[in-house]
């Protein structure tokens, strides 16, 4: 039996690990947290000074158990879990529950999984820093009295099954904000004018320049002014100005650079890119990937200095020291790096070489010499005029770390880039091909994308590094939030052209607006963020999620201690949940658009059980209201009376088919076509108000189509795993759960029962999602219930 015993959070890394370390070795595999607070009741000890109370969950316990077993039988204990806060409370667990005794455990870190890496740690093991534990607990602490404590309230004066989170509730509200901006902005036009000039160089033959006019105007009645005084005017050279100029590389990504980087060019959502990168650290590619540091050891700035004198020379060489600027920065205490520089690339998926070879550049580009430039802008004067056009250029020098790698923005453009310009002389006379004065429009404010929304985060100092993945992906599951896209609209604009000594005017159409991967507000998330805003106004504040931070940081330092920082936030905050409780209106969003022209009664929208509705009459009339469900695309902030009166024309009947009446209707899930007591969803671009009989009868039979050519095959005796078509392309059920064919391009024609079986093993996720989903559904009952005897204890 080996002597020593290392216990890390996941297999992949234990994987890793085992090869560096002999014989004498076992790496085993906690899989994460062992154990957490008490889903029962609030889970805190409120009487003995906020202490969680800790249970193991039940798919640990055999975990636990094998641990336990293997730790009594080793003669040292290695807690290897992550450098960062949830790293330390890991080990604490580990220590707590297998009952490890401090004399024969050690606890080591490192930011990288590589042979020298871990030697080096074992040779420094230290204790468990409890301060880090501290922090980690106080931030779970507070987070589970903020979430049990607002829910029900919301339960109670929203809708039932909702809940609230700290960061979560800002990162809405942050969304909320920016789509009211958008609705309210008018776009203000204005018109730029760009002239095509023309010459001849010293050889006689013809050069062309463009340039843009350095004021806009802000009518056409001003841009026509001016092209009436261009049709006579001369237009010289005024003047030639070389300046040279320098760009320096980004630094080495962070947690959040790296996310905002892979979402800008790789196109990665915020918990891909993690997910990526967890993989690339525990298969010892690249270091530790939750860090807000962009510092490089020695060591990782002497191999990249060799690797690009290896691969561009000398003169391509400028090592730097980046300093972190930001605020509380305490994670790992190195920048996102590949564990290995000369290593340009990696096996395994092609995400995961994409994702490498990304920060490969972007760490080697960090080291190599800024880009030389040479920016030269051409003034050309109107007679008689005072304004002037600019052409500009911009020649690349020195190309430096431009050879390897140039950081993208949120607000690329496809605009072409500067070039070289043509030779000219001061003085020189130049002719007007055309001058253009187009119309257009001020930009309304872009809305958040999950890149651009971490990035504003980090700027205001709410969450870590270690909180911005989960924060977006839960405010998406909660439904306060959704991911998706909008087509463009059709939008006038005008155009003044002078050519020839004559001006044309005239309207062109163009598109704009159309967005990607964007984040929307739902009706839902609008109303939660109004009555959270409106009632617990500090636990939506963006200072107060802030201060909290640097309060965990504090803790985190040994500065401040944790029960206090919990006391006085409790003490603050409860007597407002109670409040709230009692005094506060039941909230839905309701909004009046108007009255319905056939009846005369109030014609409102707002949020019902089962989402957004439109709303006829009201209940305190004798009559009973009349409802409608509002489309998806539709929002209870911008709908209009008339949009709201065409949902009331629904259900309509289609016309027959097969003897049977087709109707069209909005249900919960949207709009769908029933015959014959089914069901057909009606795709997002067919309009349920506009659908026709044949359409309806395409869209039934392309859906029995796909049920026709759903089954592939059955496997086993009875026929227990089944063999499907599904949208990602083919998989397989067994037991009701869900499974994962691979290797990609598998014929699923060639599976077999025993291949299945294979499969089914590898994949214990798929059956743990259902178990975890039924846990979740009864969790959510059984605090549901709790709070309805409290409140009817209270009455």
């Known amino acids: 039996m080996p002597k020593n015993l290392v216990i890390v959070e996941s297999p992949a890394k234990a994987k890793t690990i085992e090869k560096f370390l002999g014989k004498e070795y076992q790496v085993m595999s906690s899989f994460g947290h062992i154990r957490d607070i008490a889903e029962k009741g609030m889970g805190i000890d409120f009487g003995n000074n906020y202490q969680p109370q800790y249970v193991v969950s039940t798919d640990k316990k055999k975990t636990v158990s094998e641990l336990k077993k293997a730790s009594k039988e080793a003669e040292v204990i290695w807690l290897?879990?992550?450098?960062?806060?949830?790293?330390?409370?890991?080990?604490?667990?580990?220590?707590?529950?297998?009952?490890?005794?401090?004399?024969?455990?050690?606890?080591?870190?490192?930011?990288?999984?590589?042979?020298?890496?871990?030697?080096?740690?074992?040779?420094?093991?230290?204790?468990?820093?409890?301060?880090?534990?501290?922090?980690?607990?106080?931030?779970?602490?507070?987070?589970?009295?903020?979430?049990?404590?607002?829910?029900?309230?919301?339960?109670?004066?929203?809708?039932?099954?909702?809940?609230?989170?700290?960061?979560?509730?800002?990162?809405?509200?942050?969304?909320?904000?920016?789509?009211?901006?958008?609705?309210?902005?008018?776009?203000?036009?204005?018109?730029?004018?760009?002239?095509?000039?023309?010459?001849?160089?010293?050889?006689?033959?013809?050069?062309?320049?463009?340039?843009?006019?350095?004021?806009?105007?802000?009518?056409?009645?001003?841009?026509?002014?001016?092209?009436?005084?261009c049709k006579d005017a001369e237009f010289s050279v005024d003047n030639i100005v070389k300046r040279p100029a320098k760009k320096s590389p980004a630094p080495p990504f962070t947690t959040s650079t790296l996310q905002q980087e892979?979402?800008?060019?790789?196109?990665?959502?915020?918990?891909?890119?993690?997910?990526?990168?967890?993989?690339?650290?525990?298969?010892?590619?690249?270091?530790?990937?939750?860090?807000?540091?962009?510092?490089?050891?020695?060591?990782?700035?002497?191999?990249?200095?060799?690797?690009?004198?290896?691969?561009?020379?000398?003169?391509?060489?400028?090592?730097?020291?980046?300093?972190?600027?930001?605020?509380?920065?305490?994670?790992?205490?190195?920048?996102?790096?590949?564990?290995?520089?000369?290593?340009?690339?990696?096996?395994?998926t092609a995400q995961e070489k994409k994702l490498y070879e990304l920060i490969w550049k972007r760490t080697i580009a960090s080291q190599m010499a800024d880009a030389e430039l040479e920016k030269t802008s051409i003034y050309i004067s109107v007679s008689d005029n005072n304004l002037q056009f600019v052409a500009s250029g911009e020649v690349i020098v020195f190309d430096g770390f431009l050879k390897v790698y140039l950081e993208s923005t949120d607000d690329d453009t496809d605009s072409e880039n500067e070039g070289l310009l043509p030779a000219m002389k001061k003085g020189e006379k130049l002719t007007a091909e055309e001058i253009v004065a187009q119309q257009r429009f001020s930009q309304k404010p872009p809305r958040y994308s999950e890149a651009s929304l971490v990035r504003k985060l980090e700027e205001l100092g709410i969450g870590r590094p270690s909180t911005y993945?989960?924060?977006?992906?839960?405010?998406?599951?909660?439904?306060?939030?959704?991911?998706?896209?909008?087509?463009?609209?059709?939008?006038?604009?005008?155009?003044?052209?002078?050519?020839?000594?004559?001006?044309?005017?005239?309207?062109?159409?163009?598109?704009?607006?159309?967005?990607?991967?964007?984040l929307f507000p739902t009706d839902i998330g609008t109303v939660v963020n109004d009555f959270l805003t409106d009632n617990f106004p500090s636990i939506l504040n963006y200072n107060?999620?802030?201060?909290?931070?640097?309060?965990?940081?504090?803790?985190?330092?040994?500065?401040?201690?944790?029960?206090?920082?919990?006391?006085?936030?409790?003490?603050?905050?409860?007597?407002?949940?109670?409040?709230?409780?009692?005094?506060?209106?039941?909230?839905?969003?309701?909004?009046?658009?108007?009255?319905?022209?056939?009846?005369?009664?109030?014609?409102?929208?707002?949020?019902?059980?089962?989402?957004?509705?439109?709303?006829?009459?009201?209940?305190?009339?004798?009559?009973?209201?009349?409802?409608?469900s509002l489309l998806k695309s539709q929002s209870i902030e911008s709908i209009t009376l008339e949009e709201a009166l065409d949902l009331f024309k629904l259900p309509r009947q289609v016309g027959e088919y097969e003897g049977k009446v087709m109707t069209v209707a909005i249900g919960r899930f949207g709009p769908y076509i029933r015959h014959d007591s089914s069901f057909y969803s009606l795709p997002k671009t067919d309009d349920p108000m506009e659908v026709s009989t044949e359409r309806a009868i395409e869209i039934i039979e392309e859906k029995r189509e796909v049920e026709r050519n759903r089954l592939i095959k059955t496997l086993g005796e009875n026929g227990e795993i089944q063999?499907?078509?599904?949208?990602?392309?083919?998989?397989?059920?067994?037991?009701?759960?869900?499974?994962?064919?691979?290797?990609?391009?598998?014929?699923?024609?060639?599976?077999?029962?025993?291949?299945?079986?294979?499969?089914?093993?590898?994949?214990?996720?798929?059956?743990?999602?259902?178990?975890g989903f039924a846990k979740k559904k009864a969790a959510t009952k059984t605090a549901k219930t709790e709070t309805k005897a409290k409140t009817t204890k209270k009455k």
């Open 262 to 348: 892979a979402a800008r060019k790789l196109g990665y959502s915020v918990a891909q890119t993690m997910q990526i990168a967890q993989r690339l650290y525990e298969a010892g590619k690249i270091t530790y990937m939750r860090t807000d540091s962009v510092n490089l050891s020695d060591l990782a700035l002497g191999t990249s200095k060799a690797e690009i004198i290896s691969m561009a020379g000398e003169k391509y060489v400028h090592i730097r020291k980046f300093n972190t600027k930001t605020k509380g920065a305490q994670e790992a205490h190195e920048a996102i790096r590949p564990t290995y520089m000369n290593a340009h690339t990696v096996d395994g």
């Open 80 to 229: 290897a879990s992550d450098e960062d806060r949830e790293g330390e409370a890991i080990a604490w667990h580990l220590f707590e529950e297998l009952k490890l005794k401090k004399e024969n455990t050690r606890r080591i870190v490192f930011h990288e999984i590589t042979k020298d890496a871990i030697l080096h740690a074992i040779e420094n093991p230290r204790d468990i820093d409890v301060n880090l534990v501290d922090a980690q607990q106080a931030r779970r602490v507070l987070d589970r009295i903020v979430g049990f404590e607002l829910s029900p309230v919301l339960w109670r004066k929203v809708r039932p099954s909702l809940s609230a989170g700290r960061v979560q509730s800002v990162a809405v509200r942050l969304i909320v904000e920016r789509e009211r901006e958008i609705n309210q902005f008018v776009p203000e036009a204005s018109y730029r004018v760009n002239a095509i000039f023309t010459s001849v160089d010293k050889n006689g033959n013809p050069i062309e320049l463009k340039a843009e006019l350095q004021q806009r105007f802000s009518t056409k009645e001003e841009a026509l002014g001016f092209l009436e005084q």
């Open 544 to 628: 107060f999620t802030a201060e909290v931070e640097k309060e965990f940081d504090s803790i985190a330092e040994g500065d401040i201690k944790w029960t206090k920082s919990i006391d006085k936030f409790y003490k603050e905050f409860h007597p407002i949940v109670e409040d709230t409780m009692k005094n506060s209106e039941r909230q839905v969003g309701e909004r009046v658009l108007g009255t319905d022209p056939k009846t005369g009664r109030q014609l409102s929208v707002k949020i019902g059980k089962y989402g957004p509705i439109a709303q006829i009459g009201t209940a305190e009339e004798e009559e009973k209201p009349v409802f409608a």
């Open 469 to 518: 993945a989960p924060t977006i992906s839960t405010i998406q599951n909660r439904s306060y939030v959704e991911k998706g896209d909008r087509t463009a609209e059709k939008r006038q604009y005008n155009v003044l052209k002078l050519k020839a000594g004559k001006i044309s005017d005239k309207i062109k159409e163009e598109n704009t607006g159309a967005e990607k991967s964007k």
């Open 723 to 771: 063999v499907l078509n599904g949208r990602f392309g083919p998989y397989f059920t067994f037991e009701n759960a869900n499974y994962k064919i691979f290797p990609k391009g598998t014929d699923p024609l060639t599976l077999t029962f025993e291949r299945c079986q294979e499969l089914i093993a590898a994949q214990p996720e798929a059956a743990g999602k259902k178990k």
